[in-house]
């Protein structure tokens, strides 16, 4: 799978859209883009997926560009809930690739603070 | 969304005693389910991949003797750490692919074990 580039941290005022980048230069033409969060000791949280054409669902938009060698997650509104370590991982998401494929990489992530 | 119970959530035990972690996907069923390792302030680590009905497969560096996994059923699969050691002292995250759903992979909420 492709290897992702994201900055360490980030901070974002509560109410104020959060824009998280993810270089990922080395994507192939199957490999979808996968963003994931984690809470403080939880599981990582499912938020949105896409191949090239831009993502919104009930969490988040996903922007990505046309070459697809980097995307942004956008929480639109970010309220002190989404304070959280937000994953970007690249993979393969052929469903005839066998188990293995569905397997996640992650890497460090982006610490989100979500400032009150 | 799907749902995926990790139980317990948390376990504190004596060096040398095995400790069992159950995974249960509570409305779907999960032919593979995949478990990870969390250490303090680091990414997630894939430690094996769990098919219903056959051996896992450990990733490279795994002990499968010390972690051993048991995927009897489309909706339960357990990781027993056996003889656990204070180097062993880590949060486990399970997750499951729905079978018939897109890529996407649902977590638990995490088993933080410590060993004494």
């Known amino acids: 799978d492709a290897k992702t580039t994201q900055p360490t941290s980030m901070d974002c005022a509560e109410g104020r859209a959060a824009n998280l980048p993810c270089n990922h230069s080395t994507i192939s033409g199957n490999e979808y883009v996968y963003w994931y969060r984690q809470i403080h000791s939880q599981g990582p949280q499912y938020i949105i997926h896409g191949l090239k054409n831009n993502e919104t669902n009930e969490m988040a938009s996903l922007i990505i560009t046309e070459d697809r060698k980097s995307s942004t997650l956008i929480l639109p509104h970010a309220t002190l809930r989404d304070t959280a370590v937000y994953y970007c991982?690249?993979?393969?998401?052929?469903?005839?690739?066998?188990?293995?494929?569905?397997?996640?990489?992650f890497g460090k992530g982006t610490k989100l603070s979500v400032i009150p | 969304g799907a749902v995926v119970s990790q139980h317990p959530s948390r376990v504190i035990c004596k060096s040398g005693t095995s400790v069992k972690i159950e995974c249960r996907s509570l409305?779907?069923?999960?032919?593979?389910m995949f478990w990870y390792r969390q250490f303090p302030k680091q990414s997630l680590m894939l430690m094996a991949t769990?098919?219903?009905?056959?051996?896992?497969?450990?990733e490279q560096g795994v002990e499968k003797d010390k972690f051993l996994i048991n995927h009897a059923s489309l909706t339960l699969s357990t990781l027993t750490v056996t003889s656990a050691h204070p180097e062993d002292s880590s949060f486990y995250i399970c997750?499951?692919?729905?079978?018939?759903?897109?890529?996407?992979?649902?977590f638990g909420s995490g088993t933080q074990l410590s060993v004494l």
């Open positions: 769990s098919n219903e009905g056959s051996k896992a497969t450990y």
């Open positions: 997750s499951a692919r729905e079978d018939r759903r897109e890529e996407k992979l649902f």
């Open positions: 409305d779907f069923q999960a032919t593979t």
């Open positions: 991982i690249v993979r393969v998401g052929n469903v005839y690739s066998g188990a293995g494929s569905y397997q996640l990489t």
